[in-house]
Structure formats: structure tokens, C-alpha cells
């Protein structure tokens, strides 16, 4: 009897478990704005809410024999997903990247994060003001990373990217600032940084293997007034004959509302510069001191927290849920991405950029990021919201007379598009290496038809 009273109880836990998962599944859910209300409602809720109701009831209202044999099939069931879930957390890199710097540090000191802007005038000190003080006691918001050194950039489907910097903080070859004059120039945010591929799988990679000039200024982050703080900071050094300014439509949407709060970055619309390029040294120090004030071990409350979040995780099965509800959750800026835009700022940035580009003779082009490509949208009203926008981008474009590249051209016509983007494990994030090298054509595209080559055809001449 008390054998009994034992497995009994040791049921109804399993069923109490089965119905606190289902619970949590639908708090989830929750939490994502968009996503479709199949397999994604019924693996993360409906399914272990109602198998541990029905345990429950089975065990304190059905005959004995029955009731043992349904508890060693729930009890086998929810052992199996917690060994699957332990499996699946000893295959994936769950550290975080503060950690991942700091163990990295171990190997070689010198080793930092990639800086982004945006998020660094929105999360340190007052919103539009950079904690960082020139030599000559001014603010200084840097737009390029630590010179020369192991630089943590991002993950997506995998471990870590980690890439070595370049002369003046950007993702380029050793050596590249020595060859002169640029025939290519490219900025923007994530997607041409390289978002989160390896050396040599970024479409700015694929692009300097047929043309060796070519310079990747993107940074993760930016957004208008950065990129053009970029260009006339750095490609007006470089003075290419193409300069390829990459959009996604988080742009002018979070970012440009944030940057447009400094005053420093507002300052490039009226001709002013921080002088970066002759000041990458005293940008070194800077960027370093505050990296080594602000990297630091968790504390013995932090881990604390972390330990907990964890364990709440593996019980709520997080990793297990991701692969069953793999292709039911995808990702989509959300409606402020789309709304509470300042087009009147972004166009006065575009016609600064593009009188800038032209002074020394340059050919000025927008690269649009995927934006009504149906990956990102399963209902007609996020898909129309992005219909909208991309139809007032390129009207906007258009007015400027600013010619542009559309990437959802080259994705709409693919099969099987998410074979393209990188799966995260929630949602579909940036393109993986096959993605980008439908960025990469489309860029030869535009290349072939309105440049002219040079005589050894691994150069430009000039663009149209």
C-alpha cells in the first residue's frame, strides 16, 4: 500500500509537472508577437497542459492497472525530453558574450567586443551622450573598434564569430589601408558587417575576391547617421567609385531615433566631422580603457540568477521546444520598426551622403535588406505594414534620384528560403553563407550593368 501511495504521488508530480510546462508554453508565446497559432500552440501549450490534466484524473478516479502503466509511460516520456534537453545543452554554446570575451582573454589578451554605437548612446549614461572624452575634453562617439585585435562580434546558428580588426577598427584584411585609393566602399549595420558568418562567407568578402579594393566600414548597429558619419570620415579618405550604403528596416525606425538624440552625430548634417580617421590611437585608449572597466566576472548574486535562469530553462524544456517549433516561429521587426520614422531626418542624411559621394566623384547606391521577402511575415497585416514601407523607401529613392538595390527581388523567386537564413533557435535571423551570396550577385549585378572596369577588369573605372 504504501509502494502504492509512493507511485501515486510520484504520478501526480509528473502531472503537475506536465501542466506547469503547457502553462509556460503559452507564457512564451506570450512573448513573440508574431508567430502562428498551429504546431507552435499546440507543441509549447495545448499538448502537456492537457496530458497532465488527464494524468491527474487518471490516477485519482481509473482502476489501478491502468493507472501504473499510463504513470511509466508519462514518467519515460518526461525522462526521454530531459535527457534530450541535457543532450541538447552539452551540443550548444549557451555562454554568453561577456563570458565568451573573458575566456578568450585567457588565450589572448587582447581581445574585445564589437562596438555598436547605438546601443552604446542608448544604454550608458544620458540617452544621446557618449561617456567618452577626447584628449581635447569633448565627447567622442567612435564609430569603428579596437585597432588590431581578437574581436567578438555575434552568434546565430553557432559558436561565436570572432574575426581580427583591421588597421582602423573595421572587418578587413591585414595590410588592406596600404593599397590606396577604394574602388568599393560599403556601409551600413549587421548584414554587411557580416552578421554572423565566418571570414570569407560576408558578401563584402565575396566582393573583394573578384575586386581587391574594396572596404568593409559597416559596423552592427549603425544606422543613418552613423553610416554617414562613416562615410565622411572614412570613404572620404578612401574616395571610392562606389559607395554601397546596405538598409534593413530597423534603420530609420529604433536607430536613427536614437542617434538623432546626439548632437554629435547631428553635427554630419551640417558639415562637422570628429576627425576619427587621424585619431585612431587616441580612439584606442579610449574604447580599451572603458572595455577593461566594464568586462568583469559576474558576481557571486549574478551567478546566483544565471544558475536559476538555467535550471528554469532545462525544466521548461527551452532548446527541446525550439526544434519542435522550428518552423512556425519566425522573426519580424516589429510594427516600430515600420512606424514612428522621421523621413524628413533620413532624407536630409541621404542628400549629405550623396553630395558628399559625388564631391569626389563617386556613385552613391542603396542596398535594401530583405524587407516584404515572406520569411518575415505569415499575416497579411505585418505583410502589408512592410508593403507600405518599402513602397515609401523606394519613393523616397526615388525622389532623391538615389538608385537602389532591392534584395527581395533576388529572394523572392528562391526555393526553399529558410535553407538562405540563419536559424537561431527562435527565429530567423540574419542570412547565412548562402544567403549572402545572393547579396554578393546582386552587387555584381549592379556592378556589370553601371561600371565601367578598369583595363585589368579587377578594378573600377567609374560608375554611372
Known amino acids: 500500500m504504501k509502494k502504492r501511495l509512493v507511485f501515486s504521488f510520484a504520478g501526480l508530480l509528473f502531472a503537475l509537472y506536465l501542466i506547469l510546462l503547457g502553462l509556460y508554453g503559452f507564457y512564451l508565446l506570450t512573448k513573440i508577437k508574431y508567430f502562428s497559432f498551429s504546431e507552435a500552440l499546440i507543441v509549447s501549450g495545448i499538448t502537456p497542459f492537457f496530458l497532465g490534466i488527464a494524468t491527474a ?86 564609430i569603428q573598434d579596437v585597432t588590431s585585435c581578437s574581436t567578438v562580434f555575434c552568434r546565430e546558428a553557432g559558436d561565436y564569430i570572432i574575426y581580427k580588426s583591421d588597421e582602423k577598427g573595421f572587418r578587413n584584411p591585414k595590410g588592406i589601408w596600404s593599397c590606396g585609393l577604394a574602388d568599393i566602399v560599403l556601409v551600413g549595420d549587421s548584414y554587411s558587417h557580416g552578421a554572423c558568418v565566418c571570414d570569407g562567407d560576408d558578401f563584402p568578402s565575396l ?14 548597429g549603425n544606422g543613418p547617421l552613423v553610416s554617414l558619419a562613416t562615410i565622411k570620415e ?15 528596416d530597423n534603420d530609420i525606425g529604433r536607430d536613427l531615433n536614437t542617434e538623432k538624440s546626439s548632437s554629435v552625430l547631428m553635427g554630419y548634417l551640417s558639415g562637422q566631422t570628429q576627425h576619427l580617421f587621424e585619431r585612431v590611437q587616441e580612439i584606442d585608449t579610449l574604447e580599451k580603457d572603458f572595455f577593461n572597466r566594464t568586462l568583469k566576472p559576474k558576481s557571486s548574486n549574478e551567478k546566483k540568477v544565471e544558475m536559476l535562469t538555467k535550471i528554469t530553462k532545462f525544466f521548461g524544456l527551452r532548446l527541446t521546444r525550439k526544434i519542435l517549433v522550428k518552423n512556425e516561429v519566425t522573426f519580424l521587426s516589429s510594427d516600430y520598426e515600420m512606424e514612428n520614422i522621421d ?6 542624411t541621404l542628400l549629405e551622403a550623396d553630395r558628399t559621394v559625388k564631391s569626389w566623384g563617386g556613385k552613391l547606391v542603396i542596398l535594401i535588406a530583405p524587407i516584404t521577402t515572406s520569411i518575415y511575415h505569415f499575416s497579411k497585416d505585418t ?53 549572402y551570396v545572393l547579396f554578393a550577385k546582386a552587387i555584381f549585378d549592379f556592378i556589370h550593368g553601371r561600371c565601367v572596369m578598369t583595363d585589368s577588369r579587377d578594378g573600377l573605372a567609374a560608375c554611372r
Open 383 to 435: 505583410l502589408r505594414k512592410a508593403q507600405l514601407h518599402d513602397k515609401r523607401l523606394k519613393d523616397t529613392f526615388n525622389k532623391l534620384d538615389i538608385d537602389y538595390i532591392s534584395m527581395d527581388d533576388y529572394f523572392s523567386g528562391v526555393k526553399n528560403l529558410r535553407s538562405y537564413f540563419a536559424w537561431t533557435g527562435t527565429y530567423y535571423g540574419h542570412p547565412n553563407k548562402y544567403g
Open 207 to 220: 566582393i573583394r575576391d573578384k575586386y581587391p579594393k574594396t572596404f568593409n566600414l559597416a559596423k552592427g
Open 57 to 142: 484524473i487518471f490516477i485519482l478516479k481509473l482502476r489501478k492497472s491502468f493507472v501504473d502503466e499510463w504513470i511509466i509511460i508519462i514518467i519515460s516520456i518526461v525522462c526521454s525530453l530531459w535527457i534530450f534537453e541535457f543532450y541538447l545543452g552539452f551540443l550548444q554554446n549557451e555562454t554568453d558574450k561577456t563570458s565568451q570575451i573573458l575566456y578568450e582573454r585567457t588565450k589572448n589578451p587582447e581581445t574585445y567586443p564589437s562596438m555598436m554605437p547605438v546601443p552604446f548612446l542608448a544604454e550608458y549614461g544620458k540617452l544621446g551622450s557618449s561617456s567618452l572624452l577626447g584628449l581635447d575634453g569633448k565627447e567622442i562617439v567612435p
Open 343 to 348: 523621413w524628413g531626418t533620413y532624407e536630409r
Open 234 to 248: 572614412y570613404a572620404n579618405v578612401l574616395r571610392p567609385k562606389l559607395v554601397i550604403w546596405q538598409y534593413a
